[in-house]
């Protein structure tokens, strides 16, 4: 297992940890100025900030700095109530793909959606196995044409928490069952992002990891679940603040042979969003060798 506590080298932004500097938004540029400052060397950003900076700014500079994406986030959602809405996402996730591949991410994350409208407040069925179908059918889809892009995706299972409304994924197991169905061969273009948040609790995670392999992670992602947890989506502890055994399933994953990034992925309204941004990266930096 490597050894973090040395340097910060393994260590990757994902760009919503700092989305907010003291309650206010914190532009992407700022966002990697901040990183090259305190020699963070890959970030993961979110489609959205990347959209407000601008895709030619950001690719610019993230190729300037030399900078690494540990992956891009995100794509998916693939559920829908028709064929309309239903290419519509197919094409919302070719965008995905052609802009991670235009700043050069490791992977395309993809949250693969629950049920139709739920996110909204109004789902349009009750019918969760149609939403994985769709699911699948939507990955094989998208998987065609990233393989010709060479962009592999990694699919993220959520918390079941998130079953209705962003995720019908929620397992490692069930991820790796779509990835066996789709890409038999592991040739690398269809893989997993670990998310301890989502997965720490899972009884199979050490036996689905060891399944995975090499081939099949593709991303690895930290933070810390706290107790008590006061908001699903946006209450993620620093790590070290919660329950989660990070250097347990780190090491699971790196005994498959996974050397990448360790990325630090905070959705926080009530604390980290509201602190600045300088003592935000700072204690990634101190946790990161302290606690991942
Ligand atoms: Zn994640």
Redesign the pocket.
Known sequence: MRDFSLNHECLSINTATVRKSNGMDLPLPKIIEACVERGIGAISPWRDQVTAAGLSVVSKLVKSHGLKLSGYCRGGMFPAVDSQATQAAELDNRMAVDEACELNAQCLVLVVGGLPGALDGKAAHKDIARSRHQVHDGIAQLLSYAKSCHMPLAI?PLHPMYAADRACINTLEQALDVCDALDPDQSGALGV?V?VYHVWWDPKLQQQIERAGKSRLLAF?VCDWLTPTTDMLNDRGMMGDGVIDIPKIRGWVEAQGFSGFSEV?IFSTGNWWQRDHSHVLDTCIARHKSFV
């Open positions: 993220e992002a998310d992602h992925e």
